[in-house]
């Protein structure tokens, strides 16, 4: 019978910089499926929120009128660059993609770094406050490292150096840039549709507000949002840190890897082709 922490034993008997797919496909998989997944989420919509970045986005039309396939696709790519490396073909065949489809926009390092940035810190983060355990150093490194590769692989230079000076670098850029603007605010009304999906279904009639409570306050200004009631956001984190306690306490580990049956998306209900996910060809330079 597995143990509760047998994965943990087992990450901390890796080499993180070796094994950083090992321990980052864990987390994800079998860890921390449904709060990886939020945290992921809650990335990119801090992502999207930079002026510069949502300017690029709205111009577009990518995320506010054609936000579900926006969605799923950026969700496909990166699923499947996790579960396969950066190495394997259809890893190398998402990163490929990646690429393509950012060529043509004039996007800064600075902020590419910001949106990588997203990624390794704010999950983490979430991790730390309200996962089942707090994520060890060998996660936390194993995190940054992939996340390294990845920006390595996407021509991304100056990449702090490890897990926490990524995070003070992410911190001062995010006090700096993360600004309120009507792009962003548009996107995250669009966008907002994917959040309400991780509310429970008996809660739904708070959804709008529960997502307002899941924004930080800076994310909140940036968007424009209103702030929750303080008893909703101070009731959000007293059952979040609940359901963290009981998951410590009797949650069983998880036997079956989250996406064991293949990724699946709403968008592709008969299934996707890596090379066609993004925006159609006639909006991307090849």
Known sequence: MRGR????????????ERDYLVIYQTMLRYEFPWDMKLGLNLAFNRSFSIPEIATVHTATGELTERTQKRIDDTGLLMYEMVLNGFDQPRGREALRRVNQIHRPYDISNDDFRYVLGCLVVIPTRWLQEYGWRPPCCHERHATYLFYRELGRRMGITDIP????????WFDAYDAAHLRPNDDAAAIERATRMLMLTRIPRVLAPLGNALVSALYDAPLRRATRVDTPAWPLRAGLHLALRTRSRLQRWFGAPRTTALFADGIKAKSYPDGYEISQLGPHQDRVRE
């Open 161 to 168: 150096g490890s897990y926490d000076e990524f995070e003070t």
């Open 5 to 16: 922490y047998d994965n943990l034993t087992r990450t901390r008997a890796l080499d993180p």
